[in-house]
């Protein structure tokens, strides 16, 4: 047997007549008949050997098509049609009425005054008596709290509309000038004792990373807030270093931001052998902290008597747990010290 791959492919060619060429490119035409996004000439080949009889007239397919179905014969039903009915004939219950023993007699009086109320009176009454399952909880409670008037002027059946939205405003930009409260830590100024940098977003990193570097030394600052300010572990390592040194700083806020679990490790073991810290936020950073770093908070917690009040949710509930006990503690420490 010959080998394939020495067949003159040219020559076959030139062998073939002109209908066969036709037949050779008919059959080499690539379809994709699943792709329905092309038009149908493109997912089949054209099989129509008959020549075009006139141009495309939509009206006069339309009438072929209707003409063709109403003189195709119905096909018989299978089981014909009789009328016969089925089954039992519903009867509605008739209520039942209440003996004269059971019914309820007002005194005339109320009999004419319910007999003249309005829907909205009726509604408001319901309320006051309980019936809260006749009314939307906005109905209910709106006659509980209104006195003297009718608080729903439209009825136990009417259609329950939504709250009003409340439109609040945006909270104000952060105008803290960063370069010249980072001086005045430097300075060590008596009147700066809050620092709240929260919100800015085009604070530089090494920028935070000064404005820990002046806590260090400072005496008179005792709330620092950074949250949102996109801080990252070098911000946190830098923070960790300003915890173990600074012995002023009562309030510490680095909520929102970019601090990773390294970092925040860093300063939860700074807290810890720090005693001025009272109250401390890390909650809602970029990822989540992980169970060791939970435990590692729970654990500086109980050894820690300063901290009355932390921020952060936790994910598991021993961590949690101890935690809430540790400030608990905390609090009851400095409640008894109150009363002696």
Known sequence: MSDPRDIDEDAILKGLSAEELDQLEYELQEMDPENAMLPAGFRQRDQTKKSPTGAYDRDALQQHLEKQAMEHPDRD?????????KGKTFVSKTKKEIPAHEQIVLEPELEEALKNATDAEMCDIAAILGMYTLMSNKQYYDALGCTGTIANTEGINSVVKPDPFKIFPEEPPNTTNVEE??????NNDSSLTEVNL????????????EIFEAMKGNSNVESLSIAATRSNDPVAFACAE?????TSLQSLNI?????????MMAIIKAVAKNVSLVELKIDNQRQKLGDSVEMEIASMLENNSSILKFGYHFTQQGPRARAAMAITRNNDMIRQQRLR
Do not use: C, W, Y
């Open 77 to 85: 039903d299978l089981v014909p049609f009789t009328g016969e009915k």
């Open 255 to 263: 909520e929102s931001n970019f601090i990773t679990a390294d970092g």
């Open 242 to 246: 300003m915890l173990q040194e600074n």
């Open 198 to 209: 929260n919100n800015i977003k085009d604070i530089p990193i090494p920028t935070l990373k």
């Open 181 to 186: 409260t980072l001086e005045r830590i430097h």
